[in-house]
Structure formats: C-alpha cells, structure tokens
C-alpha cells in the first residue's frame, strides 16, 4: 500500500514547530469516535490535522508540540495497552508504541492527561490550538488552564495568549508534498478505475445503486478504506441536484448519468466526476450540452500555473459556458452583460473548483489580503464546471429539461503549469461511447 512514510511526519512536525514563537505549545486532539447507533460506531476516520502532525490512527489521543523542550519536544496522549479491550475492539500502538512507531518523544496514558498537560503548558507564553472547532476541547484546555491559574500564588504561570493553530497548519497542507502527490495519485488511479468500472456496467433498467456498488467495490479492491465523500450518482433529472445523495432511482434509457466520487487513501481524497448517458449513446442535446462543459474545462487548466491567480479558471469556464448556452439559445443576450448580471448562475450555480488534500474540500486560504491568492506548484485542486437545466425550467425548449453535466478532474500545479491527476477515466464524447460500445 502506497503510504506517508513515517519520515513525512517527524518533518511536518518540525516545520510547523520552527514556525511557531517562542516558548510556546501546541495541541491538538484525535478525531473522537462518532456513533451510528446505539453499540455501533461509524467507521473511524482520524482528524486532518492530526493525522498530518501524526499518522498515529487511533482516537483517545492528544499531541503536544513544544518547540525547544529538552527533554523532547513531541509528546503523544494516548490509550495504554490493554488485552481485554484488544481483543475486542483491536491492537493498540500503547505508549511504548507511541514512541517506537510513531516517533514520539515521551508519550503517557491518556487517562493521566490532566494531571500532566497543565504541568506541560505551565511558563509557555503562547497556546496554538484548533479553537472552535471542538467545543468539549476547548473546555478541556481551559480547564487545564484554570489549573495553572489556581497555582498562581504559588508561582505558576498560565499563559497568556491564545492563537488558532489553523493558520500554519492548513498554510503547510496547501502545499503537496512529493510523497503526498504519491498517495494522491494513488487514490485517483483507483478512483478512475472505479469510473470505468461504472460506465462499462451501466444498463437501463439497474439503479443508480447498482453502480455505485461498482464503485464501492473498486475502491476497497484498492485498498481505500473508504470513499472521501458520499458518492453522488445522479440519473436522469437527478443529475440537475448538486448533492444528490439517495442513489435510488431506475436508469433509463435516453438518460444521462452523473457520478461524483472518489475514495480515499491515508487520508488522502480525490474527487472526480463524469457524466454518461446511460444506454451508451449521447443525445443531440445531452452532447451539445456536454460539449461546452468539457470545452470550459479545457480552457481551465489552461489557467492554472504559478503565474496564474485562483479565480481565473472560474472565469474561464463562466466565459465559456456563457458563450455557449447563448449559441444554444438557452441565454439571450451579450455574453459580457449575461456574465456581469451572472444570469448564467441558472445554469452553473456552483464555483468552478476548490483545494483537494486530506479533506475534499481541503483546507488553505482563497484570498490573501483580500486579493485571489496566486496559484504555486505543489497546490492541488479540482476543477469541475457543469450546466444543469432544471426539469422545472419553463424558460427553455422541453428538449433541454432535465439534462445535468458535470466534469470534474483534480490537478496539481507545476512549474510548466499542471499535472491532470485523474487522465485514466475517459471524457471526451467518443472516448465514452467507444469504452461503453466495447462494454456491451
Ligand atoms: N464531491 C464534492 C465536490 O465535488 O465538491
Ligand atoms: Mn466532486
Ligand atoms: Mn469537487
């Protein structure tokens, strides 16, 4: 399995670590295990955040960073060993582990974690944290303040200011590193898979779950533990619901299928979406629809560099799907004034992509200083314009009702410009048809 080799981490941490002030700390809790109902629990997914500091998968655990700190600046809170609760629920690292495997300095159980952890943050000037993304954490670290604070007299000093770690951390996950790139590549390798699987299986009269099962069963034969989002798979007139999520509906012939998914891999997502008509053959309408969206695709990437800011490939592909819903007839008008009074938001509502990492919609900023940031290699994104013409829509011919087109692909920008991460699933109007044409 393709993985963040243990090196990666201890890396992180010390880049994160030279970029805080100081004497100071940082800490940041383990995902808490979530549950579906009552004895069952949804399938245990570590926080980003955590998991980039780490790579340690376990829940119950608290990493503390302390920049300078002789006697080990890295020191993991985690559950102890335990052969009764192991042979229920599976193996744990234990704090031996901690630091044999996962690198850690010191590590400690993490029942003794407000005994410990104040005495560890007591005289550190400054606190990073995840502020407000964790109320019953934010408790814990004013408790373990408040500690401090009922000792002043004896000495102690709380510290005095308060930052959100997000900052450099989601700054550093912006950048995609070698081994990363690997991982993602990896994901979107099986994701495309996973695609063709689907659009060589698919026949009027399944469901719309039948091929998502296509796709669950590629992605676990990939060894993805799971997807990176609920998979969309959208026929007919569901096409046109941007987070369709129900998955239920009959294929029909002469209907287009729109399938937005991806799977994971070490917490690392992709996300792509195509979309096919269900009998194999493209409609007059479905492919003229069709061929705008892939065209302002193309002209996307071509504004995707390190010279190039964020918004101009939304740009791109609002001049292109403007342009051509007006030769269509479904707009009327000047393009230039369709595009200043965003009347093609009827259409295409949505942005023309976002960051991609450990979480779909990564984090990083999308303006610095109030301007578009400006694109730099190692930045991952997608870019996924589309047209949806609402079966409801009494403004345009009965012909165009109902048909949703989305296109989406991830990227990585490189100094030449960028690298197409998800090539391996076809897109062009005959590519599909060939690929579907070999499948029946
Ligand atoms: N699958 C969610 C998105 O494309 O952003
Ligand atoms: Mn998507
Ligand atoms: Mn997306």
Same mark, same amino acid.
């Given at each position: ?15 994160? %670590? ?7 700390? #940082? ?23 955590? +998991? ?16 300078? /700190? ?10 102890? /060993? ?14 031996? *582990? ?24 007591? *005289?550190?000037? !400054?606190?990073?944290? #995840? %502020? ?16 401090? !604070? ?6 102690? +000093? ?25 991982? %993602? !590549? ?11 699987? #689907?659009?060589?299986?698919? !026949? ?29 798979? #959208? ?28 799977? @994971? ?8 979406? /195509? ?10 309408? +479905? ?61 295409? %509502? ?33 870019? @996924? ?33 960028? @690298? ?19 499948? /029946?």
């Amino acid at each position: 399995m393709i993985h963040i080799p243990r090196a990666e981490y201890t890396r992180r941490r010390k880049a994160l %670590m030279a970029q805080m002030v100081p004497n100071s700390i #940082a800490i940041l809790p383990a995902a808490a295990v979530a549950i579906r109902n009552r004895d069952v629990e949804h399938v245990y997914r570590q926080d980003s955040d955590f +998991q980039y500091l780490s790579g340690f998968p376990e829940p119950a655990a608290v990493i503390v960073l302390m920049p300078g /700190r002789q006697h080990g600046e890295y020191v993991l809170f985690c559950r102890e /060993r335990n052969a009764e609760r192991e042979l229920w629920d599976g193996l744990r690292a234990g704090t031996e *582990g901690a630091i044999r495997d996962f690198g850690a300095d010191d590590a400690f159980p993490i029942t003794d974690i407000d005994d410990i952890l104040p005495g560890l943050i007591e *005289g550190r000037d !400054r606190v990073y944290s #995840a %502020m407000g993304s964790n109320a019953e954490f934010d408790r814990h670290l004013m408790e373990w303040i408040n500690v401090i !604070r009922s000792k002043a007299h004896l000495g102690a +000093q709380p510290p005095n200011e308060f930052v959100a770690l997000d900052h450099l951390l989601h700054d550093m996950r912006l950048y995609k590193s070698a081994a990363e790139l690997k991982v %993602m !590549r990896e994901a979107a390798r099986i994701s495309c898979a996973a695609h063709v699987k #689907a659009m060589q299986a698919s !026949r009027a009269g399944l469901h719309e779950f039948s091929l998502e099962a296509e796709l669950d069963y590629e992605f676990r034969k990939g060894g993805a533990k799971m997807p990176a989002y609920g998979s969309i798979v #959208a026929a007919g007139r569901n096409s046109c619901i941007l987070h369709y999520q129900r998955n239920d509906a009959l294929l029909k012939d002469g209907d287009l299928v729109l399938i937005d998914a991806g799977c @994971e891999i070490d917490c690392y997502a992709s996300d792509i979406t /195509r979309t096919w008509p269900v009998n194999g053959k493209f409609s007059p309408e +479905q492919k003229a629809i069709y061929e705008i969206v892939l065209a302002s695709q193309e002209a996307a990437f071509a504004q995707i560099g390190p010279d190039k800011h964020w918004n101009q490939a939304h740009e791109a592909t609002v001049q292109v799907i403007t342009a051509g819903l007006v030769r269509l007839g479904l707009l009327q008008g000047d393009v230039d004034e369709l595009i200043a009074s965003e009347a093609y938001k009827t259409f295409y %509502m949505h942005r023309a992509g976002h960051w991609l990492g450990m979480d779909v919609h990564d984090v990083g900023e999308y303006k610095v200083g109030g301007e578009w940031r400006v694109l730099e290699v190692g930045m991952a994104l997608t870019v @996924e314009p589309g047209i949806y013409i609402s079966p409801d829509n009494l403004n345009v011919a009965k012909k165009w009702r109902g048909i949703g087109v989305r296109i989406e692909d991830d990227v990585v920008v490189t100094k030449q410009g960028c @690298e197409i991460l998800t090539r391996g699933v076809p897109k062009t109007v005959a590519e599909i048809e060939a690929l579907m044409a070999a499948a /029946r």
